[in-house]
């Protein structure tokens, strides 16, 4: 069945390190990925997406790269402060972008 | 424009009782979909409702249900709830197109006892 994989599930770096969260998707009709960012208490957020036409998408500090040929794709944060501590989910769907599956989740800390 | 609201915000059960839970899209949005959040399984994917019919479903039994209305409001229901239903349960909208972002709302704690 569908499954994305994340890992780690816990990362912890500090303030000023760059943090690359990775996921594996196992369904190769997935044509979008977007990022979500969940801070302590809030609700998901997406903070980048990416579409399987585009190899790489950058977002100031924040990038996303896609090998589809591999199934992979990474969250890349640069610079990073402690206003990144978040959980943060990778998602993969397809067709419409309907059925959206979800990592477990990155738990992140930015260690000032 | 309002975002994606959730009611209620807060839910104690007891084993074996039933759960209507609400959710209201953002206006605008056809789409919406249901998510169980645990600690440690992310959000695992309940269902997904356009136009009331639903489109997709996850691997959930028949316990989960729900269903949309013309106002693109929805609602998901847990029969003879189990202590394992204990979760954060979050809808999302979305509008109509292939990966548009989805608007997730509050959630809504539910506690089963």
């Known amino acids: 069945g569908e499954n994305v994989e994340q890992h780690p599930s816990t990362l912890s770096v500090q303030e000023g390190d760059s943090a690359v969260i990775k996921c594996t998707y196992s369904d190769s009709a997935s044509n979008y990925f977007p990022w979500y960012k969940q801070e302590l208490g809030k609700r998901p957020q997406l903070i980048i997406d990416i579409r399987s036409n585009v190899g790489e998408k950058k977002d100031q500090r924040i990038a996303v790269t896609l090998n589809k040929t591999a199934k992979h794709f990474s969250l890349h944060i640069t610079e990073t402060q402690p206003e990144d501590s978040a959980v943060y989910f990778c998602a993969a769907s397809k067709g419409g972008g309907f059925k959206t599956i979800f990592g477990a989740g990155t738990r992140l800390f930015v260690k000032a | 424009k309002a975002g994606v609201t959730q009611t209620p915000r807060y839910l104690i059960k007891t084993r074996g009782q039933q759960v209507t839970l609400s959710c209201s899209p953002i206006s605008g949005h056809r789409s919406v979909s249901w998510y169980q959040q645990t600690p440690g399984q992310g959000l695992q994917f309940l269902f997904e409702?356009?136009?009331?019919?639903?489109?997709n479903k996850g691997n959930f039994p028949g316990r989960f249900s729900g269903r949309q209305f013309s106002n693109s409001r929805s609602e998901m229901n847990v029969s003879t709830l189990e202590l394992g239903d204990s979760a954060l349960y979050l809808c999302?909208?979305?509008?109509?197109?292939?990966?548009?972002?989805?608007?997730f709302g509050p959630g809504t704690r539910l506690t089963v006892l």
């Open positions: 409702y356009f136009s009331e019919t639903q489109r």
């Open positions: 999302a909208s979305r509008k109509q197109g292939a990966g548009n972002e989805q608007f």
